[in-house]
T-cell receptor, first 117, second 111 residues
Framework: DTGVSQNPRHKITKRGQNVTFRCDPISEHNRLYWYRQTLGQGPEFLTYFQNEAQLEKSRLLSDRFSAERPKGSFSTLEIQRTEQGDSAMYLC???????????????FGSGTRLTVV | QKEVEQNSGPLSVPEGAIASLNCTYSDRGSQSFFWYRQYSGKSPELIMS????GDKEDGRFTAQLNKASQYVSLLIRDSQPSDSATYLCAGATSGTYKYIFGTGTRLKVLA
């Protein structure tokens, strides 16, 4: 297992179409995160899972966005009825949950760059 | 809105100099802090984590945390042109493990 894998690397879609991205985390990591990053900005939190449970979803995420992590393994992020404002890099990350107050660093995948035309 | 703030730069330093990158945060509940390096068109790569007040050194990198001042910094000694990238600061609140990222500081190391 060499890291977090995301597919596809690039996606160009027409406005109004649905798109789905896949993330395969590092196998021993039990937390999986989705972030979105636009040019000149830091990654913006979308949602995260511990095992198969979705623990938090950003208020910024409209109802057009949905994420799943069946069986606590890979995850998918679907965007329905895409809009030009959805164009961004979608980043997946995974981590271990540590004891106490410390949090372990994320390992990011290479990202999926979405362009909505 | 809990925020992490960074100067967007660019910060230009000559090769061999010390680069100093700074970050402030608003959430006093933040317990853990991370520095990521991001090359253009690539995903962020973790370079340092710090959880306690004081300094933490790893090779040419030193992270500094001052919880009273809500301030995190990253020092890069003997800067190299290959260090030219955007450096992202992130904080995590205990119990959520959700990182809040700053906008990043673009560093240019001039040969």
């Amino acid at each position: 297992d060499t890291g977090v894998s995301q597919n596809p690397r690039h996606k160009i879609t027409k406005r109004g179409q649905n798109v789905t991205f896949r993330c395969d985390p590092i196998s021993e990591h039990n937390r999986l995160y989705w972030y979105r990053q636009t040019l000149g900005q830091g990654p913006e939190f979308l949602t995260y899972f511990q095992n198969e449970a979705q623990l938090e979803k950003s208020r910024l995420l409209s109802d057009r966005f949905s994420a799943e992590r069946p069986k606590g393994s890979f995850s998918t992020l679907e965007i329905q009825r895409t809009e030009q404002g959805d164009s961004a890099m979608y980043l997946c990350a995974s981590s271990l949950v540590g004891g106490g107050a410390a949090a372990y660093g994320y390992t990011f995948g290479s990202g999926t760059r979405l362009t909505v035309v | 809105q809990k925020e992490v703030e960074q100067n967007s730069g660019p910060l230009s330093v000559p090769e061999g100099a010390i680069a100093s990158l700074n970050c402030t945060y608003s959430d006093r509940g933040s317990q853990s802090f991370f520095w990521y390096r991001q090359y253009s068109g690539k995903s962020p790569e973790l370079i340092m984590s710090i959880y306690s007040n004081g300094d933490k050194e790893d090779g040419r990198f030193t992270a500094q945390l001052n919880k009273a001042s809500q301030y995190v910094s990253l020092l890069i000694r003997d800067s190299q042109p290959s260090d030219s990238a955007t450096y992202l600061c992130a904080g995590a609140t205990s119990g959520t493990y959700k990182y809040i990222f700053g906008t990043g500081t673009r560093l240019k190391v001039l040969a």
